[in-house]
T-cell receptor, first 114, second 108 residues
Framework: EADIYQTPRYLVIGTGKKITLECSQTMGHDKMYWYQQDPGMELHLIHYSYGVNSTEKGDLSSESTVSRIRTEHFPLTLESARPSHTSQYLC?????????????FGQGTRLTVV | GQSLEQPSEVTAVEGAIVQINCTYQTSGFYGLSWYQQHDGGAPTFLSYNALDGLEETGRFSSFLSRSDSYGYLLLQELQMKDSASYFCAMNRDDKIIFGKGTRLHILP
């Protein structure tokens, strides 16, 4: 069973608020990812990290930011939430070997901005 | 552009066999993976093909043809619990990227 955790599971917040979505994994994985997914839709990569102090933007432009100060922790922050940010945010990790495609996902945070 | 193409929806009957196809484009290819995602849930890893051929895991099998840049997921003896979205995935530029997903509808 995957040991990757996201909090909160659900969040309803007002426009303009700052929020941080938490993601932690206990598998010691170097690579971590944030995906954004609307219901029934594709997974869009918005951020990824190869290891501590390494962060990169993904294929889908996002106003969010991430940090990777510790291997196990990869939080995502929105400085000023807007209704367009309403979506599900999925965190994942992988061992990081060459060409690896096996990612372990958290249960996601469903964000609603009102 | 999109590197992985798969049908948006597939419908099959309980107890039958269904195949979900995936074609890909990439300059450096390491292999193709498949994930299952139930409504409201997180994607879970199903299988991985690095070499040509068929990989079997219980009722699920996955196939890869590198020369055709093509793979498929085969689900046998379909059960209602198999109703879900299925994503093919690959590693591109050291990132795991996903196809748009195929919604599998199963009729009783």
């Amino acid at each position: 069973e995957a040991d990757i955790y996201q909090t909160p599971r659900y969040l309803v917040i007002g426009t303009g608020k700052k929020i941080t979505l938490e993601c932690s994994q206990t598998m010691g994985h170097d690579k971590m990812y944030w995906y954004q997914q609307d219901p029934g839709m594709e997974l869009h990569l918005i951020h990824y990290s190869y290891g501590v102090n390494s962060t990169e933007k993904g294929d889908l432009s996002s106003e969010s930011t991430v940090s990777r100060i510790r291997t196990e922790h990869f939080p995502l922050t929105l400085e000023s939430a807007r209704p367009s940010h309403t979506s599900q945010y999925l965190c994942a990790s992988s061992e990081g070997g060459t060409g690896d495609t096996e990612a372990f996902f958290g249960q996601g945070t469903r964000l609603t901005v009102v | 552009g999109q590197s992985l193409e798969q049908p948006s929806e597939v419908t099959a009957v309980e107890g039958a066999i269904v195949q979900i196809n995936c074609t890909y484009q990439t300059s450096g290819f390491y292999g193709l993976s498949w994930y299952q995602q139930h409504d409201g849930g997180a994607p879970t890893f199903l299988s991985y093909n690095a070499l040509d051929g068929l990989e079997e895991t219980g009722r699920f099998s996955s196939f890869l043809s590198r020369s055709d840049s093509y793979g498929y997921l085969l689900l046998q003896e379909l059960q209602m619990k198999d109703s879900a979205s299925y994503f093919c995935a690959m590693n591109r530029d050291d990132k795991i990227i996903f196809g748009k997903g195929t919604r599998l509808h199963i009729l009783p």
